[in-house]
């Protein structure tokens, strides 16, 4: 229609040239003619011969100018109309034309130009679609990893927020028990230094024991010698009896004192007959008494090398149950820190998701906006023929819980990167779980 529109104005423009010329010639025809009127009629008839011949020149001319206006416009106009058709096609989008570009001249320079440009922007677009194509699927694929991530690193967070309770009371009643364990080793000690003066004391019972023995078994010799002593005076007394019947009347008197003296050492031997048999009893029983006072010093002896090492397995335990203590403290220190870094990087992740989620609409919207440009059906079929394929991650070496402090003190100095359009106010609404 524009082509249509410019060949008019051109012809137009033509057409009022050759108006002008057909005017100038009528004007000079009419000039001739009033000339002619006055001049004799031969000259009349040249002058009218002339006039013809100038109607015919100037009808010439008038073709000549239609047909040179119009050969010019169509030599103009076409290759200015494949031009604008070109730049058309191109400006609404449709990249799947192929345009005839073989012309000579500046028109068929402006035409290769206008192809390569299509070519160029062909090129582009195909890229920047299979870039895009590629981008949408990565941001997805990272936006569904991120959001996984999340729910996990939320789990891990509540399990190690539930295991530092478990270690919290574990820790308490570690050191209840460690304490314990304390009193029981002191009770332990104030018992063996009870079973060591009980041990003492039954030895000083023993060698007690032992003394009465040995002063029981003296007494028993000592009535021995008085059993002895009586025996001899019952035998001095029976042979002062005898030598006093050989006196007869003046040994009367002696024999009434060595009667006595008989009766007398008889029942001293009787006494000391009976105060030796108390004593054996007395020694017996001593003897027996001692024998159980040694077995009761091996038993306390026993007792306080038992009590001994109880104390001593009850001091490894208090040593032990401190160490444990201390240990279980590092431990639940250690959770502690890791349940603050598990939320710091909840954070980064739920800032993460939304960052992945922003590019994902931005790969979209770019997505929608090249969409507009339409391909040729061979170029959208070797993209689709090769999707994208995601960068590999690199896998990471999981580092030992030693250096966990190192980890929460590398997370506390970084500072986390600002989200993205639409990240703030993802990650306004997380909460500390």
Known sequence: MRNWKISARLGAAFGIVLLLMATGLVIGIAGLQDIAAGVAPELAWRIGSAQKLMAGFGLAALLAGVGCSVWL????????????????????????????????????????????????????????????????????????????????????????????????????????????????????????????????????????????????????????????IAFQTNILALNAAVEAARAGEQGRGFAVVASEVRSLAQRSAAAAKEIKGLIDDSVGKVDVGSALVGEAGKTMEEIVSGVKRVTDIIGEITAASHEQAQGIEQVNQAIAQMDQVTQQNAALVEEAAAAAQSLQQQAD?????????????????????????????????????????????????????????????????????
């Open 365 to 433: 919207s770019l997505s929608q906006v090249v969409a507009t440009f339409k391909l040729d059906d061979d170029e959208e079929d070797g993209l689709a023929a090769a999707p994208p394929r995601p960068a590999p991650v690199q896998a990471r070496v999981v580092q030992p819980m030693q250096p966990a402090r190192r980890a929460l003190a590398a997370a506390t100095q970084r500072k986390p990167a600002a989200a993205i359009a639409g990240a703030s106010a993802v990650s306004g609404d997380w909460e500390t779980f």
């Open 73 to 228: 416009a169509r030599s103009i106009m076409q290759p200015l109309g494949e031009a604008i058709f070109i730049a058309e096609t191109v400006a609404s989008g449709d990249l799947s034309k192929e345009f005839e570009t073989e012309r000579g001249g500046d028109f068929g320079r402006l035409l290769r130009g206008m192809g390569e440009m299509e070519d160029t922007l062909t090129d582009v677009v195909t890229r920047i679609k299979a870039s895009t194509d590629s981008i949408v699927v990565a941001s997805g694929q990272i936006a569904a990893g991120n959001q996984e991530l999340s729910s996990r690193t939320e789990e891990q967070a509540s399990s190690l927020e539930q295991t530092a309770a478990s270690m919290e009371e574990l820790t308490s009643t570690v050191k209840q028990n460690a304490d314990n364990a304390r009193q029981a080793n002191q009770l332990a000690l104030s018992a063996s230094e009870v079973a060591v003066k009980g041990g003492s004391v039954v030895g000083q019972v023993v060698d007690t024991m032992a003394s009465i023995n040995a002063s029981s078994r003296k007494i028993v010799d000592i009535i021995g010698v008085i059993d002895g």
